[in-house]
């Protein structure tokens, strides 16, 4: 769930065959989703790994994935569907010496239409692990991060007096503070560093009809989720995210 003061607050769905299922919020997700990689507020986080199963902890390895992320090193260990570029990226490519996984580097990722026929789809709400919600995914968690962080940051300041013992513990004063969190979120909304598509992508068509029409449209028909995925994610450069 997401909480607008605190950020990512995490459930556990307890389920028991004597009593009905409960939610109940459980700290230990923090463990790994209150890190540098959020910021350093509970968040979210797209990671691309490939799992070794001789390492437990080995799937916290790899790229967290955001929109100024290298295609090349995103969505490893996910399902991709849609139209890509088969070199492009890490996804669709199963792991067979598991203490080696860049032995899978350079080899060509299967463009799938569908997940049908690779597992048993009954319950899933979609038969795609689409490549342009996978990008839309992607953008969102690390902006739901920034904007955690700026409200994190301007309560800490207002909270915290500094004078000068917090000068003589060698913290940054609170106009650098909220500067460097709002430049970090202002330089990301307008997809400042989004990292170029070198070839166009293509996801279902359904998907972006669906994504598109949950936004508003200006009076010539133009919507900040409208998606470009020839050169770059959106076709215009601003987050529909300022909406939030």
Do not use: K
């Not at 950020?7 to 890190?35: M, N, S, W």
């Not at 739901?144 to 004078?163: C, F, K, M, P, S």
């Not at 133009?222 to 050169?231: A, G, N, P, Q, T």
């Amino acid at each position: 769930m997401q909480d607008r003061r605190q950020g990512t607050i995490f459930y556990d769905l307890r389920q028991a065959p004597d009593a009905p299922p409960r939610f109940e919020r459980d700290d230990q997700c923090l463990a790994c989703h209150l890190t540098w990689e959020t910021l350093g507020v509970p968040g979210l986080q797209v990671l691309s790994t490939f799992p070794l199963t001789s390492d437990p902890n080995a799937y916290a390895t790899g790229f967290v994935s955001d929109h100024r992320a290298r295609i090349d090193d995103r969505w490893g260990g996910w399902y991709v569907t849609g139209r890509h570029d088969p070199f492009a990226h890490m996804g669709n490519v199963e792991v067979t010496d598991v203490e080696d996984p860049n032995a899978t580097i350079g080899v060509p990722r299967p463009e799938l239409p569908s997940l049908e026929g690779l597992f048993d789809l009954a319950g899933f709400p979609s038969p795609h692990s689409d490549v342009a919600a996978l990008m839309v995914l992607e953008h969102q968690a690390h902006m739901t991060n920034l904007i955690t962080r700026v409200g994190w940051e301007a309560r800490r300041v207002l909270y915290r007096d500094y004078g000068a013992a917090a000068a003589a513990a060698g913290d940054d004063g609170p106009e650098s503070i909220l500067r460097d969190a709002a430049i970090d979120l202002v330089d990301y909304l307008l997809f400042v560093d989004e990292a170029p598509l070198a070839r166009p992508v293509e996801g279902s068509a359904a998907f972006a009809a669906a994504f598109a029409a949950r936004g508003p449209r200006d009076g010539r028909g133009r919507s900040l989720r409208d998606l470009d995925l020839e050169r770059r994610l959106f076709i215009y450069t601003w987050s529909y995210l300022i909406y939030t």
